[in-house]
T-cell receptor, first 112, second 117 residues
């Protein structure tokens, strides 16, 4: 059974600091997605990582994928308050092209 | 551009009642999905559709039904509501299915918060 684990599940940090969120998954998959959810809001796609070694950056966020280690990271550089949200990773369920398996989410609070 | 529109945004049901959550998308996406999100958990797929007239079960389909008569609409029906169905429901669509070449990213509606008492 494919499991997706994120850690930490909760992170409180100061503005200006750097930090990394980890997403581990239990079976092979070549595609990993990162989404952002603001409180009470919908989910917004951040990154789609389609191959081993893929790295994508948008502003202060950078995501990478290591399919051999079954690990993706979401790195936050010089955090700002506007990045406060819950971040989810999701992985293709191998053998089923319609189902994404989701992590539980990392709730990120960035204090001024 | 409206994207994915869900109604209602909030609803309280009594145990045993039935209701339909509506979902409409205007992006001409073939693939549509219904997820539920429980507190502190990731999303669970309830049902999905790959095009008009075609639907299939996801991870947690029990207690729900769907239909897809048009490309735009994908309503989710709850029969005989139970407290375990208290959740936030998200409808999503995508132009390509996850796993195909291309991104497969999902576009989500605003969510429908359902409470069953």
């Amino acid at each position: 059974e494919l499991k997706v684990e994120q850690n930490p599940l909760f992170l409180s940090m100061q503005e200006g600091k750097n930090y990394t969120i980890y997403c581990n998954y239990s079976t092979t998959s070549d595609r990993l997605y990162w989404y952002r959810q603001d409180p009470g809001k919908s989910l917004e796609s951040l990154f789609v990582l389609l191959s081993n070694g893929a790295v994508k950056q948008e502003g202060r966020l950078m995501a990478s994928l290591d399919t051999k280690a079954r690990l993706s990271t979401l790195h936050i550089t010089a955090a700002v308050h506007d990045l406060s949200a819950t971040y989810f990773c999701a992985v293709d369920k191998e053998g089923s092209n319609y189902q994404l398996i989701w992590g539980a989410g990392t709730k990120l609070i960035i204090k001024p | 551009n409206a994207g994915v529109t869900q109604t209602p945004k909030f609803r309280i049901l009594k145990i045993g009642q039935s209701m339909t959550l509506q979902c409409t998308q205007d992006m001409n996406h073939n693939y549509m999905y219904w997820y539920r999100q429980d507190p502190g958990m990731g999303l669970k797929l309830i049902y999905y559709s790959v095009g008009a007239g075609i639907t299939d079960k996801g991870e947690v389909p029990n207690g729900y039904n769907v239909s897809r008569s048009t490309t735009e609409d994908f309503p989710l029906r709850l029969e005989l509501a139970a407290p375990s169905q208290t959740s936030v429901y998200f409808c999503a669509s995508s132009p390509k299915r996850p796993g195909l070449a291309g991104t497969g990213e999902l576009f989500f509606g605003e969510g429908s918060r359902l409470t069953v008492l």
